[in-house]
């Protein structure tokens, strides 16, 4: 047999008493689909109220899309690359720009050779005990 046949007979199959208590399910509301052994359209949870419009979705994938293409500019083949004769700009610029602050240079303390021998005597280790 063919399977639209086998589909024709399962219809006539189903007794008319099956398909009226389908029909009269109980109504959506405080307990009706909590007291039915199967699940039924009532069960179904509403839609979430915070979920983003497929616009909001869209203006996101282009912009997360557009922040890409910039990253792959910024590092393009080259971009790091140094002509030739400017790495001696290049080195005395990064070299004052590495340059330390003049006060960090200069000692906080006026006397340094009393700050290195308490230095020295804290970090000496303390005598035996004999005993």
Known sequence: MTKALWIALAA???????VWAMAASPPCGAGGAANSAYPT???IPRTPRDVRSPAAFK???V???RAGQ???RDTA????ELPIGDADIFSRSARADAAAPADVL???QPDTAAFASDARREASPPAKVRR
């Open 41 to 43: 359209f009532c069960s």
């Open 70 to 72: 910039r990253v792959m």
């Open 77 to 80: 083949p080259g971009t790091f």
């Open 106 to 108: 200069t000692p906080l």
């Open 12 to 18: 006539v199959a189903v007794p008319p008493p099956a």
């Open 63 to 65: 912009e997360i899309r």
């Open 59 to 61: 203006a996101s994938v």
